[in-house]
């Protein structure tokens, strides 16, 4: 592959970067009971909080959980409490926020915005993800989310790729994640997801399913491929699916031209999926918006798909309304960040220890499916 394949332009890298370390911060908490402290609100449990998260981050119950009760934030609007996780190596702590309605969870960096709050969102993002200042963001409007209590904000880099970020009515902004502390995680997906016709490995009677939702330009996604690919599928062989599902983030500039490509050659030669997926995953660097189509034709040109054919695929754009679907299935069962899997329809975020995500396996193959 010529050098220029391995040229990315700087502001989408840091840009990506920020879901990047968003998913990252959003996995590594971890979360039990305490005492009452005075004027702890009560509107959510420390019971309800604790199950929302293992079931969200698909915390193992072998790993103890310690949860303040929540009390009074600073940040209007908000309550919050100290979550900590011991799985017996070591601690970790993180802020936990909740609205003063019990109805939304959000984790990240909060932050207070004044009168010029797309100056001052963009500052604090500059700071939190050590975005330098020669990369240009740009801040869009508020507008209506899908969220009652929040607006969103869009920050971007000049060619229209970006983030939207949530403000709330009290102008409190969350760098980081938003959830709907009411979502019913178990059955939702199960009712939701499409699982015919989809590109998969294994039996279709296997007890496990786990579906993925992968950005092919993300890099935490392209690890995680390799542990389902050389770990995780030989491991249990014909006892799981693995059901694959194209999910590119906005924030990426040739993720969206791959999927198409992907899902073209699933069309086109089923067999040839998860190789040419796999493939490019592992020279994920050497691609660019510039030279995504080359690169993408000269790559399944060494599996052996049909060139031309998968080359009017990708010009037409025949395989954007399985993409579309699989995008809007997604959002429909809570996925925000890139990986994303469902273990029998347990939700996964991010990319757990090989030791931990083999638990949770296990523990569904011991369960009804």
Same mark, same amino acid.
């Given at each position: ?9 700087? =502001?989408? !890298? +840091?840009? *990506? $970067? /920020? @879901? ?12 039990? %009971? =305490?005492? !009452? +402290?005075? *004027? $702890? /609100? @009560? ?12 079931? %969200? ?313």
């Amino acid at each position: 592959m010529k050098q220029n394949f391995r040229k990315q332009k700087l =502001s989408r !890298a +840091r840009l *990506g $970067a /920020v @879901a990047v370390l968003m998913a990252a911060l959003c996995f590594a908490i971890a979360l039990s %009971r =305490s005492h !009452a +402290r005075p *004027g $702890a /609100v @009560a509107l959510v449990s420390t019971d309800k909080l604790e199950h929302f998260l293992r079931e %969200r981050y698909a915390i193992p119950m072998v790993t103890k959980i310690a949860i303040e009760p929540l009390h009074d934030s600073s940040f209007p609007g908000f309550t919050e409490t100290q979550v900590v996780m011991d799985d017996g190596k070591a601690k970790k702590n993180q802020t936990v926020y909740v609205t003063k309605d019990g109805r939304y969870l959000a984790l990240g960096t909060l932050v207070t915005l004044g009168n010029d709050p797309g100056t001052e969102i963009v500052q604090k993002i500059r700071a939190t993800f050590k975005v330098p200042e020669t990369t240009v963001l740009k801040a869009g409007p508020l507008e209506k989310s899908k969220f009652v209590e929040f607006q969103q904000m869009k920050i971007a880099t000049p060619d229209g790729k970006g983030q939207d970020f949530f403000v709330n009515h009290d102008h409190v902004a969350v760098l980081g994640e938003v959830m709907l502390l009411e979502m019913n995680l178990r059955a939702k997906p199960l009712r939701t997801m499409v699982l015919r016709d989809q590109p998969s490995v294994g039996p279709a009677s296997a007890p496990v399913t786990i579906v993925e939702y992968a950005d092919l330009q993300c890099p935490m996604c392209a690890k995680f491929h390799d542990f389902l690919e050389s770990e995780l599928l030989p491991h249990y062989g014909d006892k799981v699916r693995l059901v694959f599902k194209e999910f590119p983030l906005p924030i990426h500039d040739w993720s969206m031209t791959a999927a198409i490509a992907d899902q073209c050659t699933y069309q086109i030669s089923p067999s040839n999926f998860l190789p040419y997926r796999s493939m490019i995953f592992k020279h994920q660097d050497g691609f660019s918006a510039a030279n995504v189509r080359t690169a993408l034709l000269q790559y399944s040109d060494e599996i052996g798909i049909d060139h031309d054919k998968l080359a009017a695929c990708i010009d037409s754009k025949e395989s954007m309304p399985r993409i579309e679907e699989n995008k809007r299935e997604g959002d429909a069962i809570g996925v925000n960040s890139t990986p994303t899997t469902f273990i029998n329809g347990r939700i996964v975020v991010g990319v757990p220890a090989p030791e931990e995500y083999f638990a949770l396996v296990d523990e569904a193959l011991r369960s009804p499916k």
